[in-house]
C-alpha cells in the first residue's frame, strides 16, 4: 500500500483545514487508516483513527471535538477535517494504514505516508 497525503497549509488560528490520504490498491477497505502527527523537537502523536471494522473511530483527546476523520472506500482516500486550528497543532501530519482493527491509537502501522505540514499561525 503505498500513501500520499496532501492538504497542508499556513492558516491562522480559528482557521480550518482538510487533509486527504491517497491510497493505492485494491484492499483499501480492509486497512484501518490513521493520522499521526510529530511537531518540531517532539515525539510522533497519534492524532485519529478509523477501523476498516465497522468503522470504529478514535481521536486523541487534544483534537476530540475539532477534527473529524473519515473514509472513501470507493475512492481509497482517507481524510481529517481540522477545524478550530490552534497554534499547537502545527505539526507534519502523516497518514498511516494497517490491517489491523485493535490498538488503532498505537503506532505500529504497517505503511505510512511522507507527511504534509500544517502550520498554524497566532
Known amino acids: 500500500v503505498q500513501l500520499q497525503a496532501c492538504g497542508g497549509g499556513l492558516v491562522q488560528a480559528g482557521d480550518s483545514l482538510r487533509l486527504s490520504c491517497a491510497a493505492s490498491g485494491r484492499t483499501f477497505s480492509r486497512y484501518s487508516m490513521a493520522w499521526f502527527r510529530q511537531a518540531p523537537g517532539k515525539e510522533r502523536e497519534f492524532v485519529a483513527a478509523i477501523s476498516w471494522i465497522a468503522g470504529k473511530i478514535y481521536y486523541a483527546d487534544a483534537v476530540k471535538g475539532r477534527f473529524t476523520v473519515s473514509r472513501d472506500n470507493a475512492k481509497n482516500t482517507v481524510s481529517l477535517q481540522m477545524n478550530s486550528l490552534k497554534p499547537e497543532d502545527t505539526a507534519v501530519y502523516y497518514c498511516?494504514?494497517?490491517?489491523?482493527?485493535?490498538?488503532?491509537?498505537?503506532?505500529?502501522?504497517?505503511?505510512w505516508g511522507q507527511g504534509t505540514e500544517v502550520t498554524v499561525s497566532s
Open positions: 498511516a494504514a494497517d490491517q489491523k482493527y485493535t490498538d488503532l491509537p498505537l503506532g505500529r502501522y504497517d505503511y
